[in-house]
């Protein structure tokens, strides 16, 4: 599996972005896949994941109402669509798969790392 994030960017807040997760290896279509960030000084934490078919999808409370995760396994591609940003939203997000079909809020439940895309959300 060979992860790559991409999309970030500088916006102001209240602003939109849509991060892409693209995946080298089309048999790993069947992973779910997560979406974390990391602020400068402070630990990576979960934002949301989606199950390999999309069944199941969680958020972090932090996010849910303002992000929307999808995936399109035709292109092994996933998605994290960001709306109404928040300065708080700053940091770089990384996408994860996991090894196997479902997806959660755990880090130790990703094998696979991308190496990240910077959002930085100005006040």
């Known amino acids: 599996v060979q992860l790559q994030a991409s999309g970030g960017g500088l916006v102001q807040a209240g602003g939109s972005l849509r991060l892409s997760c693209s995946n080298s290896?089309?048999?790993?279509?069947?992973?779910?896949v997560g979406w974390f960030r990391q602020a400068p000084g402070k630990e990576r934490e979960f934002v949301a994941a989606?199950?390999?078919?999309?069944?199941?999808?969680s958020y972090s409370d932090s996010v849910k109402g303002r992000f929307t995760i999808s995936r399109d396994r035709a292109t092994n591609t996933v998605y994290l669509q960001m709306n109404s940003l928040k300065p708080e939203d700053t940091g770089v997000y990384y996408c994860a798969a996991s090894r196997s079909s479902v997806a959660g809020p755990t880090r130790s439940l990703y094998n696979y790392w991308g190496q990240g895309t910077l959002v930085t959300v100005s006040s």
């Open positions: 989606i199950s390999w078919n999309g069944g199941s999808i």
């Open positions: 290896r089309r048999t790993s279509s069947n992973n779910g």
